[in-house]
């Protein structure tokens, strides 16, 4: 089996972290460099990621999240914040990223800057952020998969209040809303009921199609 694969065998959502073991800062690090390395639509990269080690603020997300302990028990918790929608401030700070990096304007990509500002704007902000927070999971598969190889653990968590979460980062005031938590930290000796379990997925005959 490829490592890649044996990392991804390896990797489960952790129920119970120990709250002894923190993760080393170069992993981290490491895990939300690969969130920011991954595609997202366009490459507007419409979310930011918050990280919270300050245990005062994850004592007051845990009641919002369905009380799980590793919102709490993890070392880091990651909170991926998508942008509430799309406005021309945001579109055009991305183009002119591009343009600023690579040195040079092009006109096929400035024509595509006037199509996405000729159609995203317009859209309803629930449409909008709906785009958004799809980009926003690209990045969590991504961490979820840098995790693994950094052999951290990790429990992707959408069982939350995002209105809550919002508000106690003060999320709105910023244009952002919480679309799902991913805790970083490292499984218990003991108390994981999943820990030992056979991973199941639906077999890849029932999951791939191939058209030869
Ligand atoms: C978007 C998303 C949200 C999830 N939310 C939760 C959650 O709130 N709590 C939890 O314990 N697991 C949560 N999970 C974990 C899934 O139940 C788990 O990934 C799935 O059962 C597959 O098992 P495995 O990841 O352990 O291989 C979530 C997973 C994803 C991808």
């Given at each position: 089996?490829?490592?890649?694969?044996?990392?991804?065998?390896?990797?489960?959502?952790?129920?119970?972290?120990?709250?002894?073991?923190?993760?080393?800062?170069?992993?981290?690090?490491?895990?939300?460099?690969?969130?920011?390395?991954?595609?997202?639509?366009?490459?507007?990269?419409?979310?930011?990621?918050?990280?919270?080690?300050?245990?005062?603020?994850?004592?007051?997300?845990?009641?919002?999240?369905?009380?799980?302990?590793?919102?709490?028990?993890?070392?880091?918790?990651?909170?991926?914040?998508?942008?509430?929608?799309?406005?021309?401030?945001?579109?055009?700070?991305?183009?002119?990223?591009?343009?600023?990096?690579?040195?040079?304007?092009?006109?096929?990509?400035?024509?595509?800057?006037?199509m996405?500002l000729g159609a995203?704007?317009?859209?309803?902000?629930?449409?909008?952020?709906?785009?958004?927070?799809?980009?926003?999971?690209?990045?969590?598969?991504?961490?979820?998969?840098?995790?693994?190889?950094?052999?951290?653990?990790?429990?992707?968590?959408?069982?939350?209040?995002?209105?809550?979460?919002?508000?106690?980062?003060?999320?709105?005031?910023?244009?952002?809303?919480?679309?799902?938590?991913?805790?970083?930290?490292?499984?218990?000796?003991?108390?994981?009921?999943?820990?030992?379990?056979?991973?199941?997925?639906?077999?890849?005959?029932?999951?791939?199609?191939?058209?030869?």
């Amino acid at each position: 089996m490829s490592d890649l694969l044996q990392k991804l065998q390896w990797r489960y959502a952790t129920k119970k972290m120990n709250p002894a073991k923190a993760v080393d800062e170069d992993k981290v690090a490491t895990i939300l460099e690969a969130i920011r390395l991954t595609a997202t639509s366009s490459g507007l990269q419409p979310y930011e990621v918050y990280v919270i080690k300050n245990q005062e603020l994850r004592a007051k997300i845990k009641p919002h999240a369905w009380n799980q302990d590793q919102i709490t028990d993890c070392s880091h918790l990651l909170v991926f914040a998508a942008w509430d929608n799309y406005t021309e401030e945001r579109i055009n700070m991305m183009f002119d990223l591009v343009n600023d990096v690579r040195g040079f304007k092009n006109e096929g990509w400035e024509n595509y800057r006037q199509m996405l500002l000729g159609a995203y704007p317009q859209r309803d902000a629930e449409t909008n952020y709906a785009h958004a927070a799809r980009q926003a999971y690209i990045g969590l598969g991504t961490a979820l998969i840098a995790a693994a190889e950094e052999r951290v653990d990790s429990t992707p968590i959408e069982g939350f209040d995002p209105e809550k979460v919002d508000e106690i980062l003060s999320l709105k005031e910023k244009g952002l809303r919480s679309v799902v938590l991913l805790p970083l930290g490292y499984r218990a000796d003991e108390g994981d009921w999943l820990v030992d379990l056979k991973k199941v997925r639906r077999s890849k005959e029932n999951f791939v199609t191939e058209l030869n």
